[in-house]
């Protein structure tokens, strides 16, 4: 069974940069489609961010395109979200995400706030 654990959260400035991360450990990270969702607050949907795939392929939302890069290094069994041109309505909890056929796993999250 993996087991995801995420870091690198904390407070920023608008504009400011983050870096998250996500390390894995139990199963063979290589093999499973990763992302990032987010949840802006308790009562609100958990919102998809960026994912990649085991080839490496990614894709992103709207609201985050051209300012979050997705990434990830099966080496050291870990994914990244580097977080640029932060903006408050980025502040969210971040979480990790994997699967792999019916099999899901989810971190137990990160916070990040956007705040001056």
């Known amino acids: 069974q993996l087991q995801l654990v995420e870091s690198g959260g904390g407070l920023v400035q608008p504009g400011g940069s983050l870096r998250l991360s996500c390390e894995a450990s139990?199963?063979?990270?290589?093999?499973?489609?990763v992302a990032w969702y987010r949840q802006a607050a308790l009562g609100k949907q958990r919102e998809w961010a960026a994912a990649i795939t085991t080839r490496g392929s990614t894709n992103y939302a709207d609201s985050v395109k051209g300012r979050f890069t997705i990434s990830r290094d099966n080496a050291k069994n870990a994914m990244y979200l580097q977080m640029d041109s932060l903006k408050p309505e980025d502040t969210a909890v971040y979480y990790c995400?994997?699967?792999?056929?019916?099999?899901?796993?989810w971190g137990q999250g990160t916070q990040v706030t956007v705040s001056s």
């Open positions: 995400y994997a699967q792999r056929g019916v099999d899901r796993y």
């Open positions: 139990g199963d063979d990270f290589s093999i499973y489609a």
